[in-house]
């Protein structure tokens, strides 16, 4: 006889897993009442009613240098979640993204019998395509978030679902600018920049001092130009406010933000933006990007080997090709950056026709994710 209520572990590892986590939660939710949820995840997923065992913040840690500093703790979790999830067993186990910490999780628990679920699937078909055999041993059922990602896993015999992409269901269709940029008094005429240095504090560490010098370059060649700079945290906004300060940038137009991201990318001409999930939300508000990033060196050249595409991020990447600049590690220099915005937001037909190419992957992505998600897991628990 099935239990009275299922509990599903689940575990996220930065933001954009947290928002993942919330709405598919709220999901499984509605088919399912009686379902209680444990494991890491953001305030969002706290909020949907998680049982949080550790900080996500844990978890947010980026590149093979990075994770080495946090190696001890970030193991440690790992185990004590395993020994946890072992000695009461969840009905099901579900791991957002964060791979490196997931499958090995997943691994574990389902050799003792535990149905494991991984959402978002790592990017095999970018680099680290041999992972696919760790996956097949790790993963009962795959929840893939773009359409070229399925062929891979029924290929390798893993039972895979495309759901679309949950961003895709959220971002209007057509972002009402205008509204927007009324909203944040910005005149209809203005050079608007947004400036996205990524979620993580590493991230903005080593970009904020380079889009701060990109913005006074810019600021040379468009003089009433603004700037907006969006910060996921109080930390990440210190960061960015200390790179002001020793930049001696204080006189630049540029308004730091808490949140607040997506308003920014609707009123700008052109986004300077962090690789990673970030670059698709300025495709789906149809917005022309600049994508850079920049890493520690070591980090850099182990990441490079080991890639099997020209591109890095996920607009390029599901177009199948160069739709928006990339200038990353040594190429995101200021001056590189800088001429790239301008010559972007200078060209009207460019940016009518990425409006367009972006339309087409909005629609595309559009699949009503996280309800599919839940369709495709539901199975799992209906089990005894």
């Given at each position: 006889m099935?239990?009275?209520i299922?509990t599903i572990?689940m575990?996220a590892?930065?933001a954009?897993?947290?928002?993942?986590?919330?709405?598919?939660?709220?999901?499984i939710k509605?088919l399912m009442?009686?379902v209680?949820?444990?494991?890491?995840?953001?305030?969002?997923?706290?909020?949907?009613?998680m049982?949080?065992?550790?900080?996500?913040?844990?978890?947010?840690?980026?590149?093979?240098?990075?994770?080495l500093r946090?190696?001890r703790?970030?193991v440690g979790i790992?185990r004590?979640?395993r020994?946890k999830?072992i000695?009461?067993?969840p009905d099901?186990?579900?791991?957002?993204d964060?791979?490196d910490f997931n499958?090995?999780?997943?691994?574990?628990?389902?050799?003792r019998?535990i149905?494991t679920?991984?959402?978002?699937?790592?990017?095999?078909?970018a680099?680290r395509?041999?992972r696919i055999?760790k996956i097949k041993?790790a993963?009962?059922h795959?929840l893939a978030?773009?359409?070229f990602?399925?062929?891979?896993?029924?290929?390798?015999?893993?039972?895979?679902?495309?759901?679309g992409h949950?961003?895709?269901?959220?971002?209007?269709d057509?972002?009402?600018?205008?509204?927007?940029?009324?909203q944040?008094?910005i005149q209809?005429?203005t050079?608007v920049?947004?400036?996205l240095?990524?979620?993580?504090?590493?991230?903005?560490?080593?970009?904020?001092?380079?889009?701060?010098d990109?913005?006074?370059l810019i600021l040379?060649k468009?003089?009433?130009?603004q700037?907006?700079v969006?910060l996921?945290?109080?930390e990440t906004?210190n960061?960015f406010e200390e790179a002001?300060w020793?930049a001696d940038a204080?006189?630049l137009?540029?308004?730091?933000?808490?949140?607040h991201?997506h308003?920014a990318?609707?009123?700008a001409d052109?986004v300077?933006v962090a690789?990673?999930t970030?670059?698709l939300e300025?495709a789906?508000?149809?917005?022309?990007?600049?994508i850079?990033?920049?890493?520690p060196?070591?980090?850099?050249?182990l990441?490079?080997?080991k890639?099997?595409?020209?591109y890095?991020?996920l607009?390029?990447i599901i177009?199948?090709?160069?739709?928006?600049?990339?200038l990353l590690?040594?190429?995101?220099?200021?001056?590189?950056?800088?001429?790239?915005?301008v010559?972007?937001?200078s060209n009207?037909?460019?940016?009518s026709e990425?409006?367009?190419k972006?339309?087409?992957?909005?629609?595309m992505?559009?699949q009503g994710?996280?309800?599919?998600a839940?369709q495709?897991?539901?199975?799992y628990l209906?089990?005894?």
């Open positions: 099935s239990k009275a299922k572990a575990v590892g930065e954009s897993g947290d928002m993942l986590g919330s709405h598919l939660m709220e999901a509605q009442p009686n209680r949820f444990v494991g890491i995840g953001g305030p969002k997923m706290q909020s949907a009613g049982e949080v065992l550790y900080p996500m913040e844990k978890l947010a840690v980026m590149g093979y240098i990075e994770v946090h190696y703790e970030i790992r004590r979640l020994e999830f000695s009461d067993p099901l186990f579900i791991g957002i964060a791979p499958l090995d999780l997943e691994l574990s628990l389902k050799q019998g149905t679920v991984h959402y978002v699937s790592p990017s095999i078909w680099w395509g041999e055999h041993r993963v009962s795959m978030l773009f359409p990602e399925a062929p891979l896993y029924e290929q390798a015999g893993i039972p895979v679902t495309y759901v949950p961003l895709a269901d959220i971002m209007p057509v972002p009402n600018r205008a509204a927007m940029r009324e944040m008094r209809p005429h050079k920049f947004a400036l240095p990524g979620s993580r504090q590493s991230e903005v560490r080593q970009l904020a001092r380079i889009y701060i990109t913005a006074k040379q468009l003089p009433d130009a700037f907006l969006p996921a945290t109080r906004r960061i002001i020793f204080r006189d137009p540029i308004t730091l933000l808490f949140g991201a308003d990318m609707i009123v052109g300077l690789s990673g970030a670059t300025a789906l508000l149809k917005r022309p990007m600049v850079t990033y920049r890493m060196a070591l980090s850099w050249w990441m490079k080997r890639k099997y595409q020209p890095v991020g607009p390029n177009a199948g090709k160069f739709v928006v600049p990339e590690q040594h190429d995101a220099t200021p001056e590189n950056l800088s001429q790239a915005l010559n972007l937001v009207k037909k460019a940016v990425l409006e367009d972006f339309s087409d992957m909005h629609a992505l559009k994710a996280a309800q599919r839940a495709a897991l539901i199975p209906n089990t005894p």
